[in-house]
Nanobody
Framework: QVQLVESGGGLVQPGGSLRLSCTAS????????MGWYRQPPGKQRELVAA???????NYADSVKGRFTISRDNAKNTVYLQMNSLKPDDTATYYC???????????????WGQGTQVTVSS
């Protein structure tokens, strides 16, 4: 139904910035929300930020004031602007989409392949 393609990960020094992009393709009835999760090495996956199709956003406390999530509904793309990066931000970042597929009653969850973000000197 939905395929997610991520880009923008890489290696950055503490205090630097990165912008992640995730574009959805395929077919669906509607997208309810798009977001970003991350999983640091040896730790559990956590929600970083999410945005609904209507524009409502929420953030993990650890990234408030530093990260900004935005979306371009016309392009089916969600972005995560990451500023003032810290070593603790090092993780695999996964794009997540909650969408209702064509002909389906309930929404499904789709995941990107993950992109590595490493913050280190």
């Amino acid at each position: 139904q939905v395929q997610l393609v991520e880009s923008g990960g890489g290696l950055v020094q503490p205090g630097g910035s990165l912008r992640l992009s995730c574009t959805a393709s395929g077919r669906w009835f509607s997208i309810n929300a798009m977001g970003w999760y991350r999983q640091p090495p040896g730790k559990q996956r956590e929600l970083v930020a999410a945005v609904t199709s209507g524009g409502s956003t929420n953030y993990a406390d650890s990234v408030k004031g530093r990260f900004t999530i935005s979306r371009d509904n016309a392009k089916n793309t969600v972005y995560l602007q990451m500023n003032s990066l810290k070593p603790d931000d090092t993780a695999t970042y996964y794009c997540n989409v909650n969408a209702r597929g064509v002909g389906r009653v309930f929404s499904d969850v789709y995941w990107g392949q993950g992109t590595q973000v490493t913050v280190s000197s």
